[in-house]
């Protein structure tokens, strides 16, 4: 039986055959997929939703490799097919659930689009939102739930992860930031990297989104502080640059998704850079009252540029939130990478695989971990070796011939892999989305995320 106000069942074994559930207002029914399975959700009646986008009634749905909820806000009846882990968390009153806080918050983020909006003053601008919480809180479930509602209301958002561990739109260990004007694909893995919403490898079901990207190469921030410091701020400049510019995303704001950091001085201090960088006037802290108090103390007395106060605000975890494994998120970030070059159920790409000589190529790689914390990491050219097979490449927006701290700094234009490297012969197979030549575009090897091994079977 469920607890009142913890919102929890036992879970459920893992089962394969059909069955209908009945939601009430307010609950959700939470699953977990491996890899290897799939679970398909048919919306029979009613609304329901997952992370801000509604499904359609009697569509199938399909998920796999995934740890997420689907909740309604009116009641619904949901067909599941298929084999998974699940339980449905009830709540005796809409008061009792986290997602009550967080569609008022929605509803407030909506108000102040509304009031800049109306506003004629010059330079007004909507909410700009950064989620900040402790590891598995929930932050990137929330920042797209906030961006699915405001979507569905017609804004334009611009969303932004600087978390090279989640993704965006993008290969793991990458920042990011796109605007958000169209719904969202059901589909996608939960916080996943929404490969298949960017036109990078392939039609999509759902409009696609363009995003700017910035090849970080790393799986923590403490991994190489400066230079995670130096894409955020390019980041940001790309984001205040589009909100100069389009009046719709202007009102409509941003939400940032912040990294999880540890306790301490250094990780407070990110979030401060971060949030000065960004121009943050809301900040959302979930499920961690300490690091709520700490960001109320060190912003109390700050202002945006616009002469705004900075207000923190503090909101219950969800005791639904996945808990991620190591291995977890080494199968997600596989599934991105094969997905990037080779699709998914829904569509079959078929990428590229050329053979290049060595002198044909400019590889460059990022600092060894003992020297990333140097002031100023620098960005070698790199001996082709076997050593590169079965890595994934960015493909940089800059020339061979620019200095190493541009090209290190430049956005990203795509991705490829080294399948394999034939030291004799001193050629490489490469695998690449399209089949234009690499030219004049500078590559480079980062240290994470791991080589995908058989990436080519």
């Excluded at 806080?101 to 700009?128: C, D, I, W």
């Excluded at 960015?394 to 190493?404: E, G, I, Q």
């Excluded at 541009?406 to 490297?421: E, K, S």
Aim: aromatic share 8%; with cysteine; net charge negative.
């Amino acid at each position: 039986m469920s607890i009142p106000g913890l919102g929890q069942l036992a879970a459920e074994p893992a089962a394969s055959d059909n069955k209908t559930i009945t939601l009430q207002p307010y609950w959700e029914w939470r699953f977990s997929v491996t890899r290897n399975a799939s679970v398909t959700v048919r919306l029979l009646s009613g609304t329901a939703n997952r992370e801000g986008t509604e499904l359609a009634l009697n569509r199938a749905y399909k998920f796999s490799n995934t740890k997420s909820f689907i909740y309604t806000l009116q009641g619904c009846t949901l067909e599941i097919t298929g084999s998974c882990e699940n339980r449905v968390a009830e709540y005796a009153t809409p008061e009792e659930s986290p997602l009550l806080t967080y569609v008022n918050m929605h509803f407030a983020l909506q108000e102040e689009r509304r009031k800049v909006e109306s506003n004629a003053a010059r330079g007004a601008q909507g909410p700009r939102v950064m989620i900040c919480g402790r590891e598995n809180s929930g932050k990137t479930n929330l920042a797209r739930m906030l961006v699915g509602w405001a979507t569905r209301m017609g804004s334009q958002p611009l969303m932004a992860n600087l978390d090279p561990n989640e993704g965006l739109l993008s290969l793991p260990g990458t920042l990011s930031a796109a605007v958000y004007g169209t719904l969202m694909d059901v589909e996608e893995p939960a916080g996943g990297f929404g490969i298949g919403s960017t036109p990078s490898s392939g039609p999509s079901a759902v409009p696609v989104k363009v995003p700017v990207v910035y090849y970080y190469g790393r799986e923590k921030v403490e991994d190489d502080v400066a230079h995670w410091k130096d894409l955020t701020r390019k980041l940001a400049s790309s984001v205040r640059a589009k909100l100069n510019k389009d009046k719709d995303v202007r009102a409509s704001g941003a939400v940032i998704d912040a990294p999880s950091f540890g306790e301490g001085k250094e990780g407070l201090d990110l979030l401060q850079f971060a949030i000065t960088e960004f121009s943050v006037n809301i900040v959302i802290v979930l499920g961690s009252p300490q690091l709520s108090e700490d960001l109320q103390r060190r912003l109390a007395d700050e202002k945006t540029p616009l002469g705004e106060p900075i207000y923190v605000v503090p909101l219950e975890r969800s005791d639904g939130v996945a808990e991620r494994d190591g291995q977890f998120m080494r199968a997600t970030r596989d599934a991105a990478i094969k997905e990037f070059f080779f699709g998914d159920a829904k569509r079959t790409l078929s990428p590229s695989t050329q053979s290049v000589g060595f002198d044909d190529v400019a590889i460059f790689k990022s600092p060894d971990e003992s020297e990333a914390y140097e002031e100023q990491p620098v960005l070698e050219a790199a001996d082709i070796s076997a050593e590169m097979s079965h890595w994934t490449f960015a493909v940089m927006n800059a020339s061979v011939n620019d200095p190493p701290e541009t090209i290190r700094q430049a956005p990203v234009i795509g991705f490829i892999a080294i399948a394999d490297v034939d030291e004799d012969r001193r050629r490489l197979k490469v695998l690449s989305p399209t089949s234009g030549r690499l030219g004049n575009q500078p590559l480079v090897w980062g240290r994470w995320p791991e080589p995908y091994i058989n990436l080519l079977g």
